[in-house]
């Protein structure tokens, strides 16, 4: 959390994981990968969720969304292999694509940055947000 309060281009994430009543659980001792959108990842999803902002979503729809986002573990980039893996949502898999074009989650959000490493984890920033099934 505290990476993500320090960097303006997460100031979208921030705002959603205290609406969702998340920031608490986010800072205990993990150890967590957090795939992170940017703030620009989150304008095109409210676009095409129709939405105007985080002002139009529930605390109860964010939390899904949001949860979707962390993988129960500590996972380098060299450590990401192609598969289906288990997130914090424990009704969806993050389906993760490795090739030479480098990592796609659900064939949808490219990774465009790598470990961020933090006090109880690490983050990946992610270019789109992802939704669970």
Not at 37 to 55: I, Q, R
């Amino acid at each position: 959390m505290d990476i993500a309060l320090q960097n303006s281009n997460f100031s979208t994430l921030v705002a959603a994981l205290v609406k969702a009543g998340l920031v608490e659980a986010l800072s205990a001792a993990g150890p967590y990968t957090v795939f992170a959108p940017t703030n620009a990842a989150f304008d095109a999803a409210f676009v095409a969720l129709g939405v105007s902002g985080l002002d139009d979503l529930s605390a109860e729809a964010l939390t899904p969304i949001l949860l979707y986002h962390v993988v129960p573990d500590n996972v380098l980039a060299s450590e990401v292999t192609t598969g289906m893996v288990p997130t914090l949502n424990t009704e969806s898999n993050i389906s993760i694509t490795v090739s030479d074009m480098g990592v796609m989650l659900d064939n949808s959000a490219n990774v465009v940055a790598t470990d961020v490493q933090g006090s109880n984890g690490i983050i990946h920033v992610i270019d789109s947000v992802i939704l669970p099934n």
